[in-house]
T-cell receptor, first 115, second 114 residues
């Protein structure tokens, strides 16, 4: 099993540009999560999906952020337009079932730098 | 509400020292408790878990016991190694909740000196 795959691993962009982060969950996992990690705010849950349907997006910081899951094997997190304060490491994670019983499997993360 | 509080770091120890990282929780339902570890440049990975009171989770020499009476889940290891240097996150999730989320603590950075 290849684990959760994220791309790109590093992204450097200028303020105002659109950024798209990609995630491929582990095959057979029904849940997909997007997190953001910064030194100041720690690990924040942005949004999660169950069977490709967004369940809770209350952590999405503002309308500049959007996430989609068009099928069970692919999800995107888009920031448009990007701002310097969006600089962070973005993690995707997947889980085979409800996290009350199952662990989450994290990808290696995408380090985003907005200049 | 539901929350996790863990000791602030960084924690710096010498190799072979005894480790304790404190974690306490507040939960409105029936939580499962976890310790995740994040090595430099990587994502989080599950270290151990316990799903009910008095359960002990263990892995790689680390242990933690689910203490309902003190609402705690402290992480311990008898003899740490340099390779244990990482950030450790205590976390909880509610087993009978429709919200399938994990609530993470703020993380504790551990550094081990050779």
């Amino acid at each position: 099993d290849a684990g959760v795959i994220q791309s790109p691993r590093h992204e450097v962009t200028e303020m105002g540009q659109e950024v798209t982060l990609r995630c491929k969950p582990i095959s057979g996992h029904d849940y997909l999560f997007w997190y953001r990690q910064t030194m100041m705010r720690g690990l924040e849950l942005l949004i999660y999906f169950n069977n490709n349907v967004p369940i809770d997006d209350s952590g999405m910081p503002e309308d500049r952020f959007s996430a989609k899951m068009p099928n069970a094997s692919f999800s995107t997190l888009k920031i448009q337009p990007s701002e310097p304060r969006d600089s962070a490491v973005y993690f995707c994670a997947s889980s085979p079932g409800t996290v009350g019983y199952y662990e989450q499997y994290f990808g290696p993360g995408t380090r985003l730098t907005v200049t | 509400g539901n929350s996790v509080t863990q000791m602030e770091g960084p924690v710096t120890l010498s190799e072979e020292a005894f480790l304790t990282i404190n974690c306490t929780y507040t939960a409105t339902g029936y939580p499962s408790l976890f310790w995740y570890v994040q090595y430099p440049g990587e994502g989080l990975q599950l270290l151990l878990k316990a799903t009910k009171a008095d359960d002990k989770g263990s892995n790689k020499g680390f242990e933690a016991t689910y203490r309902k009476e003190t609402t705690s889940f402290h992480l311990e290891k008898g003899s740490v190694q340099v390779s244990d240097s990482a950030v450790y996150f205590c976390a909880l999730s509610l087993r009978y909740s429709s919200a399938s989320k994990i609530i993470f603590g703020s993380g504790t950075r551990l550094s081990i000196r050779p």
